[in-house]
């Protein structure tokens, strides 16, 4: 019902930047929830960042300060904004869609390495 395509994740120096997006094919209004998760290598999958149909956000302690979820209604496209990125930052960044309580949709993954 819903499909999600993450981009833009790469290669950074500890401190740089990278935005990350997820374009839906479904617009983001009519979703509960859209999130970012990430999975660094041998550990579980955590939540970086969620934000509500009415706009509410949500970030895990570790990012806060550095990272930011936006939408952008018109596009039906969620962004993440990373700044002062860190080595342990480096995972797969997965775009989800919470659809209903028992109802999730999942990107395929855009990696994000922070190495000098």
């Known amino acids: 019902q819903v499909q999600l395509v993450e981009s833009g994740g790469g290669l950074v120096q500890p401190g740089g930047s990278l935005r990350l997006s997820c374009a839906s094919s479904?617009?983001?209004?009519?979703?509960?929830?859209m999130g970012w998760y990430r999975e660094a290598h041998g550990k579980q999958r955590e939540l970086v960042a969620s934000i509500t149909s009415s706009g509410t956000t949500v970030y895990a302690d570790s990012v806060k300060g550095r990272f930011t979820i936006s939408r952008d209604s018109a596009k039906n496209t969620v962004h993440l904004q990373m700044n002062s990125l860190k080595p342990e930052d480096t995972a797969v960044y997965y775009c989800k869609a919470r659809t209903g309580i028992t109802t999730d949709y999942w990107g395929q993954g855009t990696q994000v390495t922070v190495s000098s």
């Open positions: 479904r617009s983001i209004f009519s979703i509960y929830a």
